[in-house]
């Protein structure tokens, strides 16, 4: 019987492309925060391209930063597997929402001194989670 989450839920077969891409854009930009290690190298990364745009040096990592971090690429990494391997439209859904919330602490932490750099990241999110809620909210 289907649920109202199925009857709801986009049906073009390339809203699952969609929801693949996102888990590939996740898993290219997230992996490196899933350990210690490439964390550093992302973090140095990062700081030497907010350097090269003219934008303010990135704060040092603190082992509380990079114990967050790592948890966040981790299950991130997970995630993007499980879309990318055993995609569904749901997974569009949740995903979608989990974006419009880091979309909104990326803003947070904008309004708050976060490194300028992070518009960019913010403009992404607010697309890819745009991209994957708006099938579901069109009429039906």
Same mark, same amino acid.
């Given at each position: 019987?289907?649920?109202?989450?199925?009857?709801?839920?986009?049906?073009?077969? /390339?809203?699952? #492309?969609?929801?693949?891409? /996102?888990?590939? %854009?996740?898993?290219?930009?997230?992996?490196?925060?899933? #350990? $210690?290690?490439?964390?550093?190298?992302?973090?140095?990364?990062?700081?030497?391209? /907010?350097?090269?745009?003219?934008?303010?040096?990135?704060?040092?990592?603190? $082992?509380?930063?990079?114990? %967050?971090?790592?948890?966040?690429?981790?299950?991130?990494?997970?995630?993007?597997?499980?879309? !990318?391997?055993? $995609?569904?439209?749901?997974?569009?859904?949740?995903?979608?929402?989990?974006?419009?919330?880091?979309?909104?602490?990326?803003? %947070?932490?904008?309004?708050?001194?976060?490194?300028?750099?992070?518009?960019?990241?913010?403009?992404?999110?607010?697309?890819?989670?745009?991209?994957?809620?708006? $099938?579901? !909210?069109?009429?039906?």
């Amino acid at each position: 019987m289907p649920t109202v989450l199925d009857t709801a839920a986009p049906q073009r077969h /390339s809203y699952l #492309t969609v929801v693949r891409a /996102s888990a590939v %854009y996740d898993l290219v930009v997230t992996a490196g925060f899933a #350990t $210690p290690w490439t964390l550093a190298l992302v973090h140095a990364g990062l700081d030497g391209l /907010s350097g090269a745009l003219g934008l303010a040096a990135f704060p040092a990592l603190d $082992p509380m930063q990079v114990l %967050y971090a790592n948890l966040m690429g981790s299950v991130v990494v997970v995630w993007s597997l499980l879309r !990318l391997l055993r $995609p569904q439209r749901v997974h569009g859904l949740f995903d979608g929402a989990a974006r419009v919330l880091f979309s909104l602490w990326m803003a %947070y932490a904008l309004a708050h001194g976060g490194p300028d750099l992070l518009w960019g990241f913010l403009a992404v999110e607010a697309a890819w989670g745009a991209a994957q809620l708006a $099938p579901w !909210l069109r009429k039906r």
